[in-house]
C-alpha cells in the first residue's frame, strides 16, 4: 500500500508570490495534518483536518490556508511569500480523529522562497 | 502553550558507545511519541509511552516516561551507523502534536 504522498518535492518561489502543496493520505485514513519543520528545528503544527472539517489550528498568519476534498486528500495555500516560510512542509495521515492514532508523515515538501 | 524541550541538541558518538536522549517539559503530557528521521524522508513513528513510570524497549532502544509524565528518555545501548538521524518526541492533543528541536545523532564506524 501506498504510504503518505506530498506533491511537489521540491520547490522554489520567490517572495510575494502563492503556492500550493498537496497531499494525499494512506488509503482509508480520514485526517490529515500539516506541519512546518524549519533546518534545524522540530515540526511545527500548521492545520488538522478531519473529514472534511478544520480540527485544529497552530500559531501561522491568516496567509496560510488549507482543504481537505471528498477523496479526503488536502491542499496546503501559502499567500504572499516571505523568506522565512522557506522550510520542509510535512503532511500526516492518522486512521481516525482522535485518540491515541498514529501519525504517518509523507516525505514532506522542501519549500525554497528567494 | 506546551513546550518540549530535548537534549542534547547533537551527538557524536563512536560505532557500540551507548547514549540517552532526554525531552523534558513543564507540562503534564498524556502520551509523548518518539520518532526518527533521516534527511529527505518525515518522521517515523518509534513509539508511544503513556502510562507515568512506563518503559518500553525496541530492540537496542529503550524509552522511560516520566512519574509524572512530564519528562521521558531514550536510550540507545551499543550504537550503530544506521541508528544516525534525528530524534524527536512529540505530545499534545489527538489533533496538535507539539514537537521538541530533536536530536541530531551520529554514529561513527
Known amino acids: 500500500d501506498a504510504g503518505v504522498t506530498q506533491s511537489p518535492t521540491h520547490l522554489i518561489k520567490t517572495r510575494g508570490q502563492h503556492v500550493t502543496l498537496r497531499c494525499s493520505p494512506i488509503?482509508?485514513?480520514?485526517?490529515v495534518s500539516w506541519y512546518q519543520q524549519v533546518l534545524g528545528q522540530g515540526p511545527q503544527f500548521i492545520f488538522q483536518?478531519?473529514?472534511?472539517?478544520?480540527?485544529g489550528r497552530g500559531n501561522f498568519p491568516d496567509r496560510f490556508s488549507a482543504r481537505q476534498f471528498p477523496n479526503y486528500s488536502s491542499e496546503l495555500n501559502v499567500n504572499a511569500l516571505l523568506l522565512g516560510d522557506s522550510a520542509l512542509y510535512l503532511c500526516?495521515?492518522?486512521?481516525?480523529?482522535?485518540?491515541?492514532?498514529?501519525?504517518?508523515f509523507g516525505a514532506g515538501t522542501r519549500l525554497s522562497v528567494l | 502553550t506546551q513546550l518540549l524541550k530535548q537534549s542534547p541538541q547533537f551527538l557524536s558518538i563512536q560505532e557500540g558507545e551507548n547514549l540517552t536522549v532526554y525531552c523534558n517539559s513543564s507540562s503534564v503530557f498524556s502520551s509523548l511519541q518518539w520518532y526518527r528521521q533521516e534527511p529527505g524522508e518525515g518522521p517515523v513513528l518509534l513509539v508511544t509511552?503513556?502510562?507515568?513510570?512506563e518503559v518500553k524497549k525496541l530492540k537496542r532502544l529503550t524509552f522511560q516516561f516520566g512519574d509524572a509524565r512530564k519528562d521521558s528518555s531514550l536510550h540507545i545501548t551499543a550504537a550503530q551507523p544506521g541508528d544516525t538521524g534525528l530524534y524527536l518526541c512529540a505530545g499534545g492533543s489527538w489533533n496538535k502534536l507539539v514537537f521538541g528541536a530533536g536530536t541530531i545523532l551520529r554514529v561513527k564506524s
Open positions: 483536518y478531519y473529514e472534511k472539517e478544520e480540527r
Open positions: 488509503s482509508g485514513h480520514k485526517s
Open positions: 500526516a495521515s492518522s486512521l481516525e480523529g482522535q485518540g491515541k492514532n498514529i501519525q504517518y
Open positions: 509511552v503513556v502510562t507515568g513510570g
